[in-house]
């Protein structure tokens, strides 16, 4: 089992920034990637930022250039630096585990970022 804490969410006005920060922890367990997802209210839960245990990342089209994701392997640890946020990106941000290539089950509680002047 892997166990996923975030934090860093909160109120930020237009073109601010934030950083989230997900712990995973367990037993037995080695991650191979990590991601953050959100979902707006009424819309479906998407895709922000990825990366794998060598590195390799991929983005939404709307947050690049904008936000960028980085991982500690030591401290089982991934962040998302988010920039120039936007209206549009408030939501409740998840943090997500894959052990394998496929098997990606591992949710966060989700952390709330609400972007309003």
């Known amino acids: 089992q892997v166990q996923l804490v975030e934090s860093g969410g909160g109120l930020v006005q237009p073109e601010g920034s934030l950083r989230l920060s997900c712990v995973a922890s367990g037993s037995h367990f080695s991650i191979y990637a990590m991601g953050w997802y959100r979902q707006a209210p009424g819309k479906q839960r998407e895709l922000v930022a990825r990366i794998t245990s060598n590195g390799n990342t991929n983005y939404a089209d709307s947050v690049k250039g904008r936000f960028t994701i980085s991982r500690d392997n030591a401290k089982n640890t991934v962040y998302l630096q988010m920039n120039t946020l936007k209206s549009e990106d408030m939501a409740v941000y998840y943090c997500?585990?894959?052990?394998?290539?496929?098997?990606?089950?591992?949710w966060g509680q989700g952390t709330q970022v609400t972007v309003s002047s």
């Open positions: 997500n585990a894959c052990t394998t290539r496929v098997t990606c089950d591992y």
